[in-house]
């Protein structure tokens, strides 16, 4: 061969590449872009900084996975031993200078995402200070509001086996649904009466585990009106996956509005899916493996709805 | 020497009856996990079966949620602790003594003791389904104060005998890991040197270390919330003044090194396996080899990523966020050096060379995962969701039961001396991935759009993706029955192995299929160069072709 032709081949070689390199490089894009339709809607401040990041990070991923897929794609359909051919290839033992760069290019790159994280995490700033409390507090258990301790603005949040408490200390309201103003600076006081739950609200992207003896301040800025659902997002007995809540963001006015007719109505059983479905288990014959008795619905001024339709 | 004498010729009927005693032979002990681990592996397979039944819906309507919990429960238990270390565990057995050319384990007795501990806790948690009140049902992770709980009240109950048997695999795996170790740095065959040493041998030395590392703080975690559970005392009860978060770092300071514990042996059986079906040396043996132990040094110092939305300040999931990345460079590392060693090969697409493609392929994917899922914000988002469950999935069964699958297919005419079938094998290697695929890929998007792990029953707008799930699961399921049959029909009559079908290089592939009790006895070769020599035609050991020329010899006479 000469040298002329293998340099004609070196330049194809090259092209392809880069045409190649191009390609995936443009998949990778449109991947990033198309990761903000996988999560749900953006309802918080916290919201577009927790998707800008996974779409970086998408199509990150897109380009090596698909760079190394390539490789394997290419290998596995030309360079396949002939029928016959029992021989070996020839042997590469290595190459000391491809192992600094592959080394150095991964590194360079995690710790550039894990700078950008480090920085919307400040920005988010939604982890308050952790104040170790004593549980069952009596007041508390007197169903008295301890708003003594509490700023007015401030939601306290009490996670139980089954069931989401909402106490607005200020307005001397509580609830089974949670109710925001929108574009209005929230910080919740999380507690829990018995094990670890957690306060996730997909919708928000924000998640905090409810520690039993802390009370957890956290902040969050809800920055779109509607129905939104809250999950227990830790594992906290047998009707973890009934204990979610509703979540309705609504306008400062609306929100007024809604805490002074609260704050009219009477105390009544909140929601709690548990306590229904404990009832019809326990009425049946043999009513199965053992598990805790849920804690009754708490009393509350709005039990709110368990058909109204929110936005996934 | 002669003919007659060199190799020892096995004795004619070993019978299988000591497969199923106390028997020190590591071979037999191998064989005894893996089947074991097979075992537990249908059953927890099945529970996964029920599951995906459970959430092809979204209403909890195939079982009682109690009864959901406690199946969710016991498929990560039996799947991690009575499947997965104990077939890796097998692997080590087999693989460990033949590859540096040692008779037995270190310690033949502790070994077949380690063993046996296994059906032990395993039969302890089979029995706890049948205890009243049902098994543990708190989840693989038993976080307190669910798991301390105990709403029957009995002193014998499901989750008593859950802590108890992990307690005992603990154990077990701790007397499995100081045999292994002591083995690979005691017992080489003369020449090998620890950079002669193929990298399985490695990566079972830095997975082992881990363990040794590793596991007495989970052993310690687990006794004080046996404690908590059984006598009232309040290591983690909060009223008590006990920390609950506490038991999450001792449970995460040993059960994140587990992932590597579980992933660097098929790290292992990648380097091991891509080198014999791409006819080349594995490129970089020396960062490949060295990278499992930078693997373990950071993966000792990254366990508080699992606890990122739970009580732990805003400077340390930075601090832990930076670690995990870290992780990423020796893993990059190993994944392009098998690159390397595929680039420009004269590849064969065997059934176990299917399954190491098929099995790096699951592994970029769930490695990309892991970055995700190590900054704290997207994390903070998907956390405790089916993201989480559809990466480690990728892990574990994508990459990790693969590399199994292909280290068995691999293997198997070594230790049993009889040859899978290949169309079999292949199906197998069809079904799985694409069941594995369909199974674990639309857990991601139903984490995205926040829907949580362990749940029985969920919100509509999940529904899609859960029935794809579900179908791919049942898929997975069907895919294990061509495994079986491929397994027991080549047991039974496949056609005899001959000492080297794959034209391997390796002191493994120096003995005869099956090996004799004692390996290579006394005449153990002498290794004169580093393993992978595909091409280059340097022979391995002293006198290697002598040797290969009495293997000849002796199959064809046989």
Redesign the interface.
């Known amino acids: 061969m000469t040298s002329s032709s293998t340099r004609s081949i070196n330049t194809t070689a090259i092209a392809g590449l880069s045409v190649w390199v191009g390609l995936i490089v443009l998949v990778s894009y449109w991947m990033g872009q198309q990761a903000h339709r996988w999560l749900p809607v953006q309802a918080s401040t916290a919201a577009p900084l927790v998707d800008d990041l996974f779409s970086f990070e998408t199509a990150i991923g897109t380009f090596v996975f698909l760079g190394v897929v390539s490789v394997m794609a290419w290998v596995m359909l030309f360079n396949r031993a002939e029928k016959y051919d029992d021989t070996d290839a020839v042997p590469i033992e290595g190459n000391t200078l491809l192992e600094v760069i592959w080394t150095a290019i991964p590194f360079v790159l995690v710790m550039g995402i894990a700078f950008w994280t480090i920085r919307a995490s400040d920005q988010l700033g939604t982890l308050g200070p952790m104040e170790h409390i004593h549980p069952r507090n009596p007041v508390e258990d007197a169903g008295g509001y301890p708003g003594d301790r509490l700023p007015a603005e401030q939601v306290e949040v009490i996670a139980r086996q089954w069931s989401w408490e909402f106490r607005y200390p200020g307005s001397n309201v509580s609830s089974t649904e949670l109710h925001l103003a929108v574009d209005q600076p929230v910080t919740f006081r999380l507690v829990s009466e018995d094990v670890l739950h957690g306060f996730y609200i997909p919708a928000f992207r924000v998640k905090q585990d409810v520690i039993p003896g802390r009370a957890i301040d956290f902040n969050v800025t809800p920055t779109r009106e509607g129905v939104y659902r809250l999950r227990d997002s830790q594992f906290s007995g047998t009707w973890f996956a009934a204990n979610q809540s509703d979540v309705v963001v609504e306008s400062a006015q609306d929100h007024e509005a809604w805490l002074e007719q609260a704050a009219r109505l009477p105390l009544q059983p909140g929601l709690s899916l548990a306590v229904s479905e404990y009832a019809t288990r326990q009425s049946r014959s043999n009513p199965g493996w053992a598990t805790v008795p849920p804690a009754p619905p708490p009393q509350v001024n709005v039990p709110g709805s368990s058909a109204q339709p929110h936005q996934a | 020497m002669t003919i007659a004498t060199f190799p020892p010729e096995p004795k004619p009927d070993q019978g299988r009856s000591r497969y199923f005693g106390f028997c020190t032979d590591a071979k037999v002990i191998g064989i005894q996990y893996i089947v074991t681990a097979f075992f537990f592996f249908l059953i927890g397979g099945l529970l996964a079966m029920v599951i995906r039944g459970e959430l092809i819906t979204p209403q909890?309507d195939l079982v009682?949620?109690?009864?959901y919990?406690?199946i969710y429960t016991m498929h990560g238990t039996i799947m991690l602790f009575l499947f997965i270390f104990p077939v890796l565990n097998g692997l080590n057995n087999l693989l460990i003594p033949t590859m540096i050319g040692a008779p037995d384990m270190a310690f033949p007795r502790l070994n077949a003791v380690a063993f046996w501990l296994v059906p032990i806790f395993g039969f302890l948690l089979m029995a706890s389904f049948f205890v009243?009140?049902?098994p543990a049902?708190?989840?693989w992770w038993s976080?307190?104060?669910?798991s301390i709980?105990n709403?029957?009240g009995h002193l014998i109950n499901g989750q008593g005998m859950w802590i108890t048997a992990v307690a005992l695999s603990g154990v077990s795996s701790i007397m499995g890991a100081i045999n292994f170790v002591t083995t690979i740095l005691r017992m080489r065959a003369p020449g090998m040197t620890l950079f002669r040493m193929p990298v399985f041998c490695w990566t079972a030395l830095a997975a082992q270390s881990l363990q040794l590392i590793g596991l007495p703080a989970l052993t310690g975690g687990a006794i004080m919330l046996l404690m908590d559970l059984t006598f009232g005392t309040s290591f983690y009860r909060?009223?008590g003044g006990g920390?609950?978060?506490l038991y999450q770092h001792f449970f995460w300071f040993y059960s994140h090194p587990a992932v590597y514990v579980i992933i660097l042996p098929v790290f292992g059986v990648f380097s091991e396996l891509f080198p014999v079906y791409?006819?080349?040396?594995l490129?970089?043996?020396?960062?490949v080899a060295l990278a499992s132990f930078i693997i373990v040094g950071l993966g000792l110092i990254v366990w508080v990523h699992h606890m990122f939305?739970?009580?732990v300040?805003?400077w340390m999931?930075?601090l832990f966020?930076?670690t995990t990345?870290?992780i990423?460079?020796p893993t990059?590392?190993k994944?392009?050096?098998w690159?390397?060693t595929?680039?420009?090969?004269?590849?064969?697409?065997t059934t176990p060379m299917l399954f190491c493609?098929g099995g790096?392929?699951n592994f970029?994917?769930a490695g990309?995962?892991g970055?995700?899922l190590a900054?704290?914000?997207?994390d903070?988002?998907v956390?405790?969701?089916y993201f989480v469950v559809g990466h480690f999935h990728y892990v574990i069964y994508g990459a990790a039961v693969m590399g199994i699958f292909a280290a068995i297919y691999h293997w198997f005419p070594k230790f049993i001396g009889r040859m899978p079938y290949e169309g079999l094998g292949k199906l197998h290697f069809l079904l799985t991935f694409i069941g594995a695929n369909l199974n674990f890929l639309p857990m991601h998007?139903l984490g995205?759009?926040?829907m949580?792990r362990?749940?029985?029953?969920?919100?509509p707008?999940f529904t899609f993706w859960n029935v794809v799930a579900s179908l791919g699961a049942f898929l997975l399921g069907v895919s294990i029955i061509p495994f079986l049959l491929n397994m027991l029909s080549a047991w039974i009559r496949g056609p005899k192995a001959t000492h080297n079908p794959w034209?391997a290089i390796g002191l493994e592939w120096l003995l005869p299929s099956p090996p004799p009790e004692d390996n290579f006895g006394e005449d153990v070769p002498t290794v004169i160069s580093r393993p992978y020599?595909?091409?280059?035609g340097q022979p391995l050991v002293e006198h290697q072709d002598e040797i290969e020329r009495r293997l000849e010899l002796m199959e064809a006479s046989a």
Request: net charge positive; aromatic share 12%.
């Open positions: 909890s009682d949620r109690a009864v919990n406690g009243p009140g049902g049902y708190s989840g976080y307190p104060p669910v709980q709403p029957l909060p009223e920390d609950p978060v791409s006819r080349k040396p490129f970089g043996y020396l960062y939305p739970s009580g300040a805003q999931r930075n966020m930076v990345m870290l990423a460079v990059g590392v994944v392009f050096a690159l390397g595929l680039w420009g090969g004269k590849l064969r697409l493609l790096l392929f970029v994917f990309i995962t970055i995700m900054t704290v914000p997207v903070i988002h956390s405790n969701t998007p995205l759009m926040g949580p362990r749940v029985s029953s969920y919100d707008e034209n020599g595909y091409g280059s």
